[in-house]
Nanobody, 126 residues
Framework: VQLQAFGGGLVQAGGLLKLSCAAS????????MGWFRQDPGKERAFVAA????????RYAASVKGRFTISRDVVKNTLYLQMNSLKPEDTAIYYC????????????????????WGQGTLVTVSS
């Protein structure tokens, strides 16, 4: 399966963006999916994840209440709606997936995912 993330761009603080991650090659309807982000010179950080069985979600504390992860099974696409953006949200955002289900406690670990998209840059100006 290949993932292609897009939708990044430049936005002012307080603004919003919606990222998309289109999957091709096979359906991702049964896969755990997530979003991570990385600032240059920093480690990759967990943003959000969604369970394939019950649709339950998990968020990093820094984005909870502002970001929403969702998926469209028909379009085979993962989304990240980002509201009330802050300059500290500036990063390259990556979508990731894993064949099958990741247990809730591991959803925030990058090592739990076995396929990744190429990333899309989000820049939030103050």
């Amino acid at each position: 399966v290949q993932l292609q993330a897009f939708g990044g761009g430049l936005v002012q603080a307080g603004g919003l963006l919606k990222l998309s991650c289109a999957a091709s090659g096979r359906t991702i309807s049964s896969d755990s999916m997530g979003w991570f982000r990385q600032d240059p010179g920093k480690e990759r950080a967990f943003v959000a994840a969604i369970d394939p069985w019950n649709g339950s979600t998990r968020y990093a504390a820094s984005v909870k209440g502002r970001f929403t992860i969702s998926r469209d099974v028909v379009k085979n696409t993962l989304y990240l709606q980002m509201n009330s953006l802050k300059p500290e949200d500036t990063a390259i955002y990556y979508c990731a997936g894993r064949n099958g289900r990741i247990i809730t406690s591991a959803m925030n670990r990058g090592g739990a995912y076995n396929f990744w998209g190429q990333g899309t840059l989000v820049t939030v100006s103050s």
